[in-house]
């Protein structure tokens, strides 16, 4: 059965740091894009930032380049997001997933699995 863990989330000032980690089980997704998303309360799910199967691509949206990177280790089937100088806006319930492809990809129905989500919460 194939399970994401989000972690890393909490609870954070304005301008500060947090790195997220989203580790998955069941089987190897070393051949899979890996993806981050986001939701705010009341507001859809948005892109976030997409890595290929390698590591060698990633793709960001607009809202959150020059702040925030994501990253994988396949050899220990997870993928990271570290978010740095974080703003309000970006308060939100994060979740990874895995993606069908093996490029990046930016939209949500390219992806197959997802994690159950970690808060994020800004203050301001």
């Known amino acids: 059965q194939v399970q994401l863990v989000e972690s890393g989330g909490g609870l954070v000032q304005a301008g500060g740091s947090l790195r997220l980690s989203c580790a998955a089980s069941g089987r190897s997704f070393s051949n899979n894009a890996m993806g981050w998303f986001r939701q705010a309360p009341g507001k859809e799910r948005e892109f976030v930032a997409t890595i290929n199967w390698s590591g060698s691509t990633t793709s960001l949206a607009n809202s959150v380049k020059g702040r925030f990177t994501i990253s994988r280790d396949n050899a220990k089937n997870t993928v990271f997001l570290q978010m740095n100088s974080l703003k309000s806006e970006d308060t939100a319930v994060y979740y990874c997933?895995?993606?069908?492809?093996?490029?990046?990809?930016?939209?949500?129905?390219?992806?197959?699995?997802w994690g159950q989500g970690t808060q994020v919460t800004v203050s301001s």
């Open positions: 997933a895995v993606s069908v492809l093996s490029g990046t990809v930016l939209v949500g129905t390219a992806y197959k699995y």
